[in-house]
């Protein structure tokens, strides 16, 4: 346990950027001799060195009260520089225990239902708070419905006052995100009283307390106050029962104020899992409000319901992700006839999110040097093959016998359909002079039932085309090439934090079953370097394009 709590220590430190325990200077040899350890985790909506200061009393509260109790257990600060990270530390088992936020709380339930829920801040004596929106006081805005055609700042894509139950709420005005002149995610509360003060924003969403902090100097004014349940104390999943019930029971007997001062609270109450269900519906409501659509670009180099079937999975594996992490969005798939049209509509803009084969990508690439390569596809261990087939009863046996021989060819803009076969041909010494013939079949499929109709001699197509008809088609192989696999890109207007999210999200991917459909292993992030040979295929092969 010991060197697995200092690896993710330092990584919390190094992204918080603050020293976590600066009372007791504890270092990577402290930590080692000390197993019993405690990890006590906040994310910070204010500055990082402020909300160590502020939860340093609290923190050394909760290692004396545990000491009181015979629990020999130091507890060290975590200070998370967002909610995700946050989330994911708990769900993970990175953290021992957490104040949370609703949403953070509800997100982390739902990714390890295992959670145990401590205690519920008490705000004299109930379990609700205020969120705010809050406008100039000099503002003529009096009510919700005057925000239309206004511009609006909210908190965290993950703030619960900041975001969701603010959103809900123009919900139930009938106010969308498309009824707005524009609303940005500004991340903590301070920002957004700031940033309307300044006159920036007609509106901003933010706690009570950051509002009280700074509505007086800042000359703010309430427009509006919604309930909010207030902050829940978290256990991992993972800690043992006896620490579970001494850390409740020390919460729950809490009534030190110079301690309670620090969270703005007056104690703490019983809670169970049901109190934010309240949460759970304010953020089905916020979906509602700013739903993105994000155009996928598929090319149907098989049957376009076959095209479907391999991406489904995937986005809806995306989609998850990402509204776990504050972005609601909904994919629609765009599969086009010809790779020349998914080219265009990625270079163009007419399409935000890409599956393009290797040259696709290049072309697209060379199109529009902005577009954002997010992962490539993989399979652990193995390239992506290509093949030359022919009929069983051919007599061709190698690459060397193409000479004369008439050939078919997928996509004109097909990596392992067109152009890396047949810069293959031309590394081996054959020219497209030396063929009898060659044409262009479109699908892979194509290829195959042209070969076996004997329309062509040889086919050059994906090697899961092949397997798939190798015995009906009666086909074997004669030569193998590679290529890189697939990559999924994002068009140069897509918001660059989404951009990013994508790629987490791709990487977390890990149900085999979602892989299925694409004899894939997995994703992993890539330079664009690794497309060079497919670049210099591309050159080599324009000696076919102008037959």
């Known amino acids: 346990m010991g060197s697995f709590l200092i690896r993710v220590y330092f990584l919390s430190v190094l992204s918080a950027g603050v020293l976590l325990d600066p009372s007791q200077g504890v270092t990577a040899e402290a930590e080692v001799a000390h197993s019993k350890t405690l990890s006590f985790g906040v994310y910070t909506h204010i500055r990082s060195t402020e909300m160590l200061k502020k939860m340093e009393p609290f923190r050394k509260y909760l290692e004396d009260a545990i000491a009181d109790k015979g629990l020999t257990h130091s507890i060290n600060m975590r200070i998370y520089p967002s909610y995700g990270r946050a989330i994911e530390a708990l769900a993970g088992g990175e953290v021992d225990f957490v104040r949370f936020g609703p949403v953070s709380y509800v997100l982390a339930k739902k990714k390890n239902p295992s959670i145990q829920l401590l205690a519920i801040e008490s705000n004299n004596g109930k379990k609700f708070f205020n969120g705010v929106l809050s406008v100039a006081a000099a503002s003529k805005i009096q009510s919700i419905d005057q925000l239309r055609g206004e511009n ?24 969308m995100a498309g009824d ?22 007609a509106a901003g969403a933010s706690n009570e307390n950051t509002f009280n902090k700074y509505a007086k100097s800042k000359g703010l004014r309430k427009l509006l106050e919604f309930p909010c349940v207030t902050k829940p104390w978290v256990a991992s999943g993972d800690l043992s029962q006896e620490l579970v019930d001494s850390l409740r029971t020390i919460l729950l007997e809490l009534q030190d104020p110079n301690v309670l001062k620090t969270i703005k609270r007056s104690g703490f109450l019983p809670g169970s899992d049901v109190d934010y269900n309240q949460i759970r519906h304010a953020m089905a409501l916020a979906k509602q409000f700013d739903t993105e659509t994000i155009r996928v670009a598929t090319y149907a180099g098989e049957r376009p319901s076959r095209v479907f079937a391999k991406v489904y999975p995937i986005l809806k594996e995306l989609e998850n992700y990402l509204d776990d992490n504050g972005w609601h969005v909904h994919f629609e798939s765009r599969i086009y006839s010809t790779y020349a049209k998914a080219i265009n509509a990625m270079a163009n803009g007419l399409a935000d999110l890409a599956r393009m084969g290797a040259a696709s990508y290049v072309l697209s690439k060379d199109k529009n040097d902005k577009l954002q390569l997010l992962v490539s596809e993989e399979v652990i261990g193995e390239p992506h093959h290509g093949v030359f087939v022919v009929k069983n009863s051919s007599k061709i046996r190698t690459i060397f016998d193409l000479k004369r021989a008439s050939v078919a060819f997928g996509s004109k803009n097909s990596t392992l359909g067109s152009y890396v076969p047949k810069a293959e041909l031309i590394k081996n010494g054959i020219k497209p002079e030396d063929l009898g013939s060659y044409g262009y079949l479109g699908r892979h499929d194509k290829v195959a039932l042209g070969v076996y109709l004997e329309n062509y001699d040889v086919g050059a197509m994906r090697e899961e085309t ?11 192989s004669i030569h193998v090439y590679t290529a890189p696999y697939h990559a999924w890109v994002a068009a140069h207007h897509l918001d660059g934090e989404l951009a990013h999210l994508l790629r987490e999200g791709f990487i977390a991917i890990k149900d085999k079953q979602t892989f299925a459909n694409i004899n894939r292993t997995g994703f992993k992030m890539v330079d664009d370097s690794l497309y060079d040979q497919v670049r210099e295929a591309i050159q080599l092969s324009k000696g076919f394009q102008d037959k």
């Open 152 to 175: 609006i700042a909210f908190g965290s894509r993950k703030s619960t006052t900041g975001r969701y139950l603010a959103q809900a709420e123009l919900v139930k005005a009938g106010i």
């Open 180 to 201: 707005l002149s524009g609303h940005t995610y500004l991340g903590r509360h301070d920002k957004v009283v700031y940033a309307v003060a300044s006159g920036k924003y």
């Open 466 to 476: 092949f397997n798939r008809y190798r015995e009906a088609k009666n086909l074997r």
